[in-house]
């Protein structure tokens, strides 16, 4: 008899990683683009831009929508039986995991209101994506800190999520190795997070 909790876990951690992982990647890499200047910012949105919606679509539906609900619904089951006690026990460990459940509940609402806004009634509704746009945007200080913190809240729930996918998937089997890569995982969510500060700092000049 298949064990279903088995395969879904594991392909919950592969549709965090992989797909939503990827897409995460790819969003900070273009918004930095805004470093070298608005103008390199609004080439890459162009670039996208310019993909057929007849391809676009299926990615987003195939590669980005449909793992996002798998992920978030059975994320949302996980949640419900977490028992999550950081104050009684204080470990390094607990309090991520405790991280973990937060910012995915953050994401949730965060997710909802960023692709309703900016997807559907903004790009959906034909206004182009530009750094224009955004600097319009991010002019309300209190839009700007709650996309700071959803940057933030998504960076470290998907580094976090590479530590857990190694462990889910028995990559990493022994404590020493495991530390490793957890070690490994918070350095890169804080050089992303750093990027993300830098590149939404742009706005407030």
């Not at 190795?177 to 995982?185: G, H």
Request: with cysteine; aromatic share 18%.
């Amino acid at each position: 008899m298949y064990n279903v909790t088995f395969y879904l876990r594991r392909a919950h951690s592969l549709c965090g990683l992989v797909c939503l992982g990827g897409f995460l990647l790819e969003h900070i890499l273009t918004n930095a683009r805004v470093l070298i200047s608005p103008a390199s910012f609004n080439s890459a949105v162009d670039l996208l831009a310019s993909i057929p919606w007849f391809i676009m679509l299926p990615l987003e539906i195939g590669l980005v929508a449909a793992p996002f609900l798998f992920h978030a619904l059975y994320g949302i089951y996980i949640a419900w039986q977490a028992k999550n006690n950081p104050q009684s026990y204080p470990y390094l460990n607990n309090i991520q995991f405790w991280l973990q459940r937060l910012t995915a509940w953050y994401l949730l609402v965060f997710l909802a209101w960023h692709v309703f806004y900016l997807r559907i009634l903004v790009k959906g509704g034909g206004t182009h994506i530009s750094f224009q746009l955004l600097d319009s945007y991010f002019s309300n200080p209190v839009v700007w800190v709650l996309y700071l913190i959803g940057m933030w809240a998504a960076i470290f729930h998907f580094c976090n999520g590479i530590t857990t996918f190694c462990m889910t998937w028995g990559i990493a089997k022994g404590p020493r190795i495991q530390k490793v890569i957890n070690a490994l995982s918070m350095a890169l969510c804080a050089f992303l997070c750093l990027i993300s500060l830098a590149f939404m700092a742009v706005y407030l000049i």
